[in-house]
């Protein structure tokens, strides 16, 4: 049913229908329009920033139920243009978290403790949470989506700015890189399968339980500590060929056949679905990779070095014809920093034994073979990298650094759309703040409404 924005006369039976609702006596700091901001509210964000060592700029008990105002205001324009949340998305978000909570505090049971809930409703309300998040960002987009600044624009921005506003960027690299597999033996590889179907046997007959052998045996660390168990994901976050075989199960007490991935080897065995979610148990195998073929890879990846070195080639003609490495291959071996979706990496950003390479050297220099771990198949595999370019730390500049003052001015403009449509919105929402919770130097002028 979709909730209205009333007069001040409602309070009161706001106030009545939420305590009804909770069964408890609970403080009201503030109500916007018909929805009640409750002061254990407060607290349980403020409890949550805390843990997760958010800064909070002021004081959260004036921060925080304003950022919950404003929150509200997002939520009744998504209720009026009826958004509709991704529910796939937002369950691996919340599986996600929750395996976040449970990594860090150590089980399933001391996740309760903490927040003094059953996962079940914890899961519930993180639900709700990341439900209004999603609908709050649409409502946003949607509101700043013509926003972007011509260069024009964004060089009139620069010139508006003091120099002590500029942001400082620190040293970043652009890099290129060749990476290659080591051949793995045929042997090898019948050993883990034979391994795997060893624990899929064992299961099947019911002599031992999925989730031991996991724990016992799978390669994956994240899901083994918790007998294997991924959580509710959706198709589009797992593995192609996992995410195949897992929603072709339909027994869960049998366990698939062996499932080949870029991570390795799997075994996988159905616990539930729920739509187009899945959860799943895994084991996972690698193959080991010997000295020896660590060694070939070496002597052979040496050899293409020296190739680029004497001029034979260059390092992007053979990027392109040698390279395994999926991302960089087809773009002149040029790493991209996805967390950016440039070609440019701060040191942190780097898989560290990249960053190791390039801290000693110069712009043009092609390092000597080395072994790194894929941060994504978390499997061994031979690199060299070329550094292209280094910057230095700086102040933000128009030259080097249009496409951050390009960001920051958009930014700028968009924060300004989302100010100007919250002070706008305010005049048709009836706003009430208890004494006690309006000694605050509020962003928006709230207090006006409360009168």
Same mark, same amino acid.
């Given at each position: 049913?979709?909730?209205?924005?009333?007069?001040a006369?409602?309070?009161?039976?706001v106030?009545m229908?939420a305590?009804?609702?909770?069964?408890?006596?609970?403080?009201?700091?503030?109500?916007?329009?018909?929805?009640?901001?409750?002061?254990?509210?407060?607290?349980?964000q403020?409890?949550?920033?805390?843990?997760?060592?958010?800064?909070?700029?002021?004081?959260?008990y004036?921060?925080?139920?304003?950022?919950?105002?404003?929150?509200?205001?997002?939520?009744?324009?998504?209720?009026i243009?009826?958004?509709?949340?991704?529910?796939?998305?937002i369950s691996?978000?919340?599986?996600?978290?929750?395996?976040?909570?449970?990594?860090?505090?150590?089980?399933?049971?001391?996740?309760?403790?903490?927040?003094?809930?059953?996962?079940? =409703? %914890? &899961?519930?309300?993180? !639900?709700? /949470?990341? $439900?209004?998040?999603y609908?709050?960002?649409q409502?946003?987009?949607?509101?700043?989506?013509n926003?972007?600044?011509?260069?024009?624009?964004?060089?009139?921005?620069?010139?508006?700015?003091s120099?002590?506003?500029?942001?400082?960027?620190?040293?970043?690299?652009?890099?290129?890189?060749?990476?290659?597999?080591?051949?793995?033996?045929?042997?090898?590889?019948?050993?883990?399968?034979? =391994? %795997? &179907?060893?624990?899929? !046997?064992? /299961?099947? $007959?019911?002599?031992r339980?999925?989730?031991?052998?996991?724990i016992?045996?799978?390669?994956?660390?994240?899901?083994?500590?918790?007998?294997?168990?991924?959580?509710?994901?959706?198709?589009?976050?797992?593995?192609?060929?996992?995410?195949?075989?897992?929603?072709?199960?339909?027994?869960?007490?049998?366990?698939?056949?062996?499932?080949?991935?870029?991570?390795?080897?799997?075994?996988?065995? %159905?616990?539930?679905?729920?739509?187009?979610?899945?959860?799943?148990?895994?084991?996972?195998?690698?193959?080991?990779?010997?000295?020896?073929?660590?060694?070939?890879?070496?002597?052979?990846?040496?050899?293409?070095r020296?190739?680029?070195?004497?001029?034979?080639?260059?390092?992007?003609?053979?990027?392109?014809?040698?390279?395994?490495?999926?991302?960089?291959?087809?773009?002149?071996?040029?790493?991209?920093?996805e967390?950016?979706?440039?070609s440019?990496?701060?040191?942190?950003?780097?898989?560290?034994?990249?960053?190791?390479?390039i801290?000693?050297?110069?712009?043009?220099?092609?390092?000597?073979?080395?072994?790194?771990?894929?941060?994504?198949?978390?499997?061994?595999?031979?690199a060299?990298v070329?550094?292209?370019?280094?910057?230095?730390?700086?102040?933000?500049?128009?030259?080097?650094?249009?496409?951050?003052?390009?960001?920051?001015?958009?930014?700028?403009?968009?924060?300004?759309?989302?100010?100007?449509w919250?002070?706008?919105?305010?005049?048709?929402?009836?706003v009430?703040?208890?004494?006690?919770?309006?000694?605050?130097?509020?962003?928006?002028?709230?207090?006006?409404?409360?009168?």
């Open positions: 049913m979709k909730r209205r924005f009333f007069t006369l409602a309070f009161a039976a106030l229908t305590l009804a609702q909770n069964n408890v006596a609970e403080e009201v700091a503030w109500v916007i329009g018909d929805e009640p901001i409750f002061k254990s509210d407060i607290e349980e403020y409890q949550q920033a805390l843990y997760e060592r958010v800064a909070i700029d002021g004081n959260p004036c921060v925080i139920p304003e950022k919950m105002a404003v929150d509200k205001l997002f939520l009744d324009q998504a209720r243009d009826t958004v509709e949340v991704q529910a796939s998305s691996a978000e919340v599986e996600s978290r929750i395996n976040y909570f449970i990594a860090n505090l150590g089980s399933k049971e001391k996740v309760e403790e903490y927040f003094r809930m059953p996962l079940p =409703r %914890l &899961r519930e309300k993180l !639900n709700e /949470v990341y $439900s209004d998040q609908s709050i960002q409502v946003q987009n949607e509101l700043t989506k926003v972007k600044a011509t260069p024009s624009e964004v060089r009139k921005y620069y010139n508006s700015l120099k002590d506003s500029l942001p400082y960027i620190p040293m970043q690299v652009e890099a290129q890189i060749i990476t290659i597999n080591p051949v793995i033996p045929q042997q090898e590889i019948d050993e883990v399968k034979s =391994r %795997l &179907r060893d624990y899929a !046997n064992q /299961v099947n $007959s019911g002599e339980e999925f989730s031991t052998l996991a016992l045996y799978s390669q994956d660390q994240s899901t083994a500590v918790y007998g294997g168990e991924t959580g509710f994901q959706s198709r589009s976050v797992l593995l192609p060929e996992y995410a195949t075989a897992a929603f072709n199960l339909n027994d869960n007490k049998r366990v698939s056949n062996i499932v080949e991935t870029d991570d390795g080897f799997h075994i996988i065995q %159905l616990i539930e679905k729920r739509g187009d979610r899945i959860n799943t148990r895994h084991i996972l195998l690698r193959p080991k990779v010997s000295d020896k073929d660590l060694t070939d890879a070496l002597v052979r990846l040496d050899s293409v020296a190739d680029i070195s004497e001029g034979k080639h260059t390092f992007e003609e053979m990027a392109l014809l040698i390279s395994q490495d999926k991302d960089s291959r087809n773009n002149n071996g040029n790493m991209l920093n967390k950016n979706h440039s440019r990496f701060e040191m942190a950003d780097l898989p560290a034994e990249v960053g190791k390479k801290s000693t050297m110069q712009p043009g220099d092609v390092s000597e073979p080395f072994v790194m771990i894929n941060p994504k198949t978390r499997r061994e595999q031979l060299i070329k550094l292209v370019k280094r910057i230095d730390g700086h102040k933000a500049d128009l030259a080097e650094d249009y496409m951050i003052i390009k960001e920051m001015c958009e930014a700028d403009a968009k924060e300004n759309i989302l100010r100007n919250v002070i706008k919105k305010q005049q048709s929402v009836y009430y703040i208890e004494e006690g919770w309006r000694n605050c130097d509020f962003k928006y002028d709230w207090l006006k409404k409360n009168k």
